[in-house]
DNA sequence: TATAAGATTTACT
DNA sequence: GTAAATCTTATAT
């Protein structure tokens, strides 16, 4: 993918940390309401499915909410986290195979008066770092769980940024102390902007 | 059927 | 630094 957008087959691989790594830099875009809105993305986090214990499909599981991580690759699997954030998922692999890559965080790029409206922060600087920030920023919410990132009003665009491995820093994921060894893994990404 | 904990953020002491 | 907000899923009666 040089230059251009990432196809389906990007989303479609089996290694979805390989794919975590390469959303770094890419522009990820909504259009709600008549209004656009984009990011780079900044940070991300894979969930290796079934044999993850950190994702929600850990050991197979399936229930209403995680249905969309069991879609093809290329779908948004967007989900209620504590009761008030929406957490926003780029779905990988084949349809059947629950992985996913958590956006944890984006630098904002398109419609930045809007997400300032959407996060009600007119003074403060626009802060859009937390997987739960992106999402609002962006718009996000469970109603969009599911959509088709090729057929749908949030989809991955061109490469704004061109990262080298070396500026890819890689390590444990947040917030999933539970997870026991699996917390460890170096599932997580980012990019250092000027933060 | 009831209770506890979670891929978090925000506000208050 | 600690706790509340707030809803879904998982596990236990």
Known sequence: MKGGVPQRGFFLRSDVV??????????????????RTSGIITETEAYAGVDD???????????????AMY?????????????????????????GVPHAVLIRSIAPVQGIDVMRMRRR??????????????????????GLNGV???????????RIMAPSPDD????????VDYA?????????FRIETDL
């Open 168 to 175: 890819i820093i890689a390590g444990p994921r947040i917030g």
């Open 53 to 67: 214990r950190a994702s929600h499909a850990w050991g197979g599981r399936r229930t209403e909410r995680n249905e």
């Open 180 to 188: 026991e060894a699996d917390a460890l893994l170096p599932y997580r």
């Open 148 to 158: 088709d990132l090729f057929d749908g009003p949030i989809t991955i665009g061109e």
């Open 71 to 95: 879609a093809r690759g290329g779908t948004a699997y967007i989900y209620l986290c504590y009761g008030i954030h929406h957490l926003f998922n780029v779905v990988t692999n084949v349809e």
């Open 18 to 35: 390989s794919v975590a790594r390469e959303l770094i830099g890419l522009e990820l875009i909504t259009q709600l309401d008549g209004v």
């Open 121 to 142: 922060q007119t003074i403060a600087p626009l802060r859009t770092d937390g997987p739960g920030r992106a999402a609002k920023a962006l718009g996000l919410h469970t």
